[in-house]
């Protein structure tokens, strides 16, 4: 069992392309060492993912989520330390949900999209975005992991990183948050 453990002292991170992001600090608990999320090279063998929070002075687990915890581990095997430029966090998305790989140009055709109205659970995935004609006005997408907390991929070629919406609508200066559901 892999234990993702999430700070509330924030880190500032930069992507590939140069961007400039505030996150969680993540840390993971696997063969009995501690050590940054990001450092750790191979996830092989694994049996399960949970999440705690550190929240003041006690740990929080996160609730179980089927799919967002078969992702990650898909993620964490398959594309984690491998700057796969073709994997986003749009692709996270469609993985954690089954859909298949298609470009975020053609989001409306894969998910149903609402306005986000502060109403979300565990496992729900919001896109960040500037109204626009395009879907070039696409910036994020992230999956909702509970106590205010997203997990998603950062950039082409990005590793996993947890984050609030606050703090992901800021960094990817998008104006707007739409609540996705993939169609059947």
Same mark, same amino acid.
Not at 102 to 131: A, M, N, S
Not at 161 to 167: F, G, N
């Given at each position: 069992?892999?234990? @993702?453990?999430?700070?509330?002292?924030?880190?500032? !991170? !930069?992507? %590939? %392309?140069?961007?400039?992001?505030?996150?969680?600090?993540?840390? *993971?608990?696997?063969?009995?060492?501690?050590?940054?999320?990001?450092?750790?090279?191979?996830?092989?063998?694994?049996?399960?993912? /949970?999440?705690?929070?550190?929240?003041?002075?006690?740990?929080?687990?996160? +609730?179980?989520?089927?799919?967002?915890?078969?992702? !990650?581990?898909?993620?964490?095997?398959?594309?984690?330390? #491998?700057?796969? @430029?073709?994997?986003?966090?749009?692709?996270?998305?469609?993985?954690?949900?089954?859909?298949?790989?298609?470009?975020?140009?053609?989001?409306? #055709?894969?998910?149903?999209?609402?306005?986000?109205?502060?109403? @979300?659970? *565990?496992?729900?995935?919001?896109?960040?975005?500037? +109204?626009?004609?395009?879907?070039? %006005?696409?910036?994020?997408?992230?999956?909702?992991?509970? /106590?205010?907390?997203?997990?998603?991929?950062?950039?082409?070629?990005?590793?996993?990183? !947890?984050?609030?919406? +606050?703090?992901?609508?800021?960094?990817? #200066?998008?104006?707007?948050?739409?609540?996705?559901?993939?169609? +059947?």
């Amino acid at each position: 069992m892999l234990t @993702i453990f999430v700070s509330l002292k924030k880190q500032k !991170i !930069i992507t %590939d %392309d140069g961007s400039r992001m505030k996150v969680r600090r993540a840390y *993971v608990r696997h063969a009995k060492k501690l050590g940054f999320l990001q450092e750790q090279e191979v996830f092989k063998d694994l049996s399960g993912v /949970r999440i705690v929070v550190k929240e003041w002075f006690k740990l929080k687990r996160l +609730p179980k989520h089927e799919k967002l915890e078969k992702g !990650i581990i898909k993620f964490l095997q398959e594309y984690h330390a #491998k700057q796969n @430029i073709k994997f986003d966090c749009y692709a996270f998305a469609n993985l954690v949900h089954g859909v298949e790989a298609h470009p975020c140009c053609y989001l409306h #055709k894969f998910w149903d999209t609402r306005t986000y109205e502060g109403q @979300i659970e *565990v496992g729900d995935t919001v896109f960040l975005v500037t +109204p626009g004609k395009e879907m070039s %006005d696409f910036h994020h997408a992230a999956l909702y992991v509970g /106590r205010g907390l997203y997990v998603s991929v950062y950039g082409a070629g990005g590793d996993l990183e !947890i984050s609030t919406l +606050p703090d992901m609508k800021k960094s990817y #200066k998008a104006k707007q948050v739409l609540l996705g559901v993939p169609y +059947p």
